[in-house]
């Protein structure tokens, strides 16, 4: 199933207007011979500007490779990816450094905040590194819709996990990246706290304009998205707009889930 990118709910459709990422044809192989795994089989999939998309899939169908082949962070065997008008596939490990450094964010389940940084600290440290001035306007609205105000001169240590995962989160999106790629971000955490992180995940879509995939397991996550593409041996094999977390348990059941 090939897949064209979808207006954010309430949006009208832009047929002008390109995808924020999109895969064309990708495939992925690793190994060779009779060893050679193929996790991704002509993929063609584009993610709206402004919309929250989840990647579902069965254990091996290839989600957590489209994102990692989406973000830069992994290469394509055929095929080729675009951000925006930039195509990732031919860039050396240097231009990949440089273009996502600026242009896209990452939450990871692990959280990845250094422990002797401040939350301040670490929400900032991607501007820092990139030697960018603080938008201290851009800041404080980030800052607020996170709810981390009274946090942010404590180190992880000193935080619960999900407060960990919403610095993570501002981190991510301080920085104003084209899109943020989101790898199971509420995996480590007990549903209350998933819930605030996915709802500030929501919040920054809805409120700010953030364009955000994220690869998850969870019917319930996946419900705050406003698309859901599920993969299946390495294949797009269907899409649901505007889930429900029902809608979406039943969908991964037909796929054997």
């Given at each position: 199933?090939?897949?064209?990118?979808?207006?954010?709910?309430?949006?009208?459709?832009d047929?002008?207007?390109?995808?924020a990422?999109a895969?064309?044809?990708?495939?992925?192989?690793?190994g060779?011979?009779?060893?050679?795994?193929?996790a991704l089989?002509?993929v063609?999939?584009?993610f709206?500007?402004?919309?929250?998309?989840?990647i579902?899939?069965?254990?091996?169908?290839?989600?957590?490779?489209?994102?990692?082949?989406?973000?830069?962070?992994?290469?394509?065997?055929?095929?080729?990816?675009?951000?925006?008008?930039a195509?990732?596939?031919?860039?050396?490990?240097?231009?990949?450094?440089?273009?996502?450094?600026?242009?896209?964010?990452?939450?990871?389940?692990?959280?990845?905040?250094?422990?002797?940084?401040?939350?301040e600290?670490?929400?900032?440290?991607?501007?820092?590194?990139?030697?960018?001035?603080?938008?201290?306007?851009?800041?404080?609205?980030v800052?607020?819709?996170?709810?981390?105000?009274?946090?942010?001169?404590?180190?992880p240590?000193?935080?619960s996990?999900?407060?960990?995962?919403?610095?993570?989160c501002?981190?991510a999106?301080?920085?104003?990246?084209?899109?943020?790629?989101?790898?199971?971000?509420?995996?480590?955490?007990?549903?209350?706290?998933?819930?605030?992180?996915?709802?500030?995940?929501?919040?920054?879509?809805?409120?700010?304009?953030?364009?955000?995939?994220?690869?998850?397991?969870?019917?319930?996550?996946?419900?705050?998205?406003?698309?859901?593409?599920?993969?299946?041996?390495?294949?797009?094999?269907?899409?649901?707009?505007r889930?429900?977390?029902?809608?979406?348990?039943?969908?991964?059941?037909?796929l054997?889930a």
């Amino acid at each position: 199933m090939t897949s064209t990118f979808t207006s954010p709910p309430g949006g009208a459709p832009d047929a002008a207007k390109a995808p924020a990422v999109a895969a064309d044809r990708v495939s992925k192989v690793y190994g060779s011979g009779d060893a050679a795994v193929h996790a991704l089989r002509g993929v063609s999939v584009g993610f709206a500007d402004g919309a929250f998309t989840a990647i579902m899939g069965p254990s091996g169908s290839g989600k957590s490779t489209l994102m990692h082949c989406l973000a830069g962070l992994d290469t394509v065997t055929e095929g080729r990816i675009m951000l925006g008008d930039a195509e990732l596939t031919g860039l050396n490990d240097r231009q990949l450094t440089m273009l996502r450094r600026e242009r896209v964010g990452f939450v990871f389940q692990a959280f990845n905040l250094l422990p002797t940084l401040t939350a301040e600290q670490n929400i900032r440290l991607p501007l820092d590194l990139a030697g960018r001035k603080v938008e201290r306007a851009w800041f404080d609205r980030v800052v607020d819709v996170v709810g981390l105000r009274e946090r942010l001169g404590h180190r992880p240590s000193e935080l619960s996990g999900g407060q960990q995962q919403r610095v993570a989160c501002a981190r991510a999106i301080v920085a104003r990246p084209d899109v943020i790629f989101a790898d199971e971000p509420t995996g480590n955490l007990d549903s209350r706290a998933g819930a605030e992180v996915l709802g500030f995940l929501r919040s920054s879509v809805r409120e700010m304009g953030q364009t955000i995939v994220m690869v998850t397991h969870d019917p319930v996550a996946a419900s705050y998205a406003d698309r859901v593409v599920f993969l299946r041996d390495g294949e797009i094999v269907s899409e649901i707009v505007r889930p429900t977390p029902d809608a979406v348990l039943d969908r991964l059941k037909s796929l054997g889930a």
